[in-house]
């Protein structure tokens, strides 16, 4: 394959890049070309003459974009502005997990404080962080479903994070009673699940920006 060439790699990476934000058809009929290009005019065994030769007749990374209706400038701009979204949709679902798991653990420890109120979650309260949590959550699937940074499994990963998390801690507090130890165990879960997703999260929204 002549992309086995360090400045034939570079350049098809240049390009990718370039198009990362255009038309998938678009992209695939460009890049198609390139490397038909370029496994026409470089050997295996071609030297740098050659290599430049043929990448200068190809015209740059930029020219190819351009002929091709992208610009590299509008094209950078789309990507921070993918980045960001991404940055915004993580943060949403991160949030409204966190505040589920942070809920359902104090109520999980308040069940052994019946008798003391500074301890207790009432159900109002509680009813209003689940409608909190499911209001973050439902921006941040808006947020995913516009985003092309992720795969379509990445995609269901993230926006069955929170109903994922909203089971989870139910299941948790299933056991809890007026046992403490029962109680302090099912807070404990909570919070390192809480931190496993949180991290999770982080881990896709890095992805974004490679």
């Not at 890049?31 to 990448?55: C, L, Y």
């Amino acid at each position: 394959m002549t992309k086995t060439h360090a400045r034939v790699h570079s350049y098809l990476e240049e390009l990718n890049d370039l198009l990362r934000d255009a038309p998938a058809s678009v992209r695939r009929d460009v890049i198609a070309g390139v490397h038909e290009h370029f496994d026409a005019s470089v050997g295996p065994d071609a030297d740098a003459a050659t290599v430049d030769d043929a990448i200068e007749r190809m015209g740059t990374p930029e020219q190819v974009a351009a002929e091709a209706g992208v610009e590299p400038g509008r094209t950078q701009s789309a990507r921070q502005g993918s980045v960001l979204a991404a940055a915004l949709a993580c943060l949403a679902l991160a949030g409204a997990c966190s505040l589920t798991y942070l809920i359902g653990g104090l109520m999980a420890l308040s069940a052994g404080f019946d008798a003391d109120p500074d301890w207790e979650i009432n159900g109002a309260t509680a009813a209003a962080a689940i409608v909190l949590s499911f209001a973050a959550w439902l921006c941040g699937t808006v947020l995913v479903a516009v985003n092309r940074s992720w795969s379509r499994r990445q995609k269901a990963l993230l926006i069955a994070s929170w109903p994922a998390a909203l089971v989870l801690s139910e299941l948790c507090n299933l056991p809890t009673g007026p046992l403490f130890a029962v109680n302090v165990i099912s807070f404990v879960v909570q919070g390192v699940i809480g931190v496993l997703v949180v991290v999770a999260l982080a881990k896709l929204w890095f992805a974004t920006r490679s």
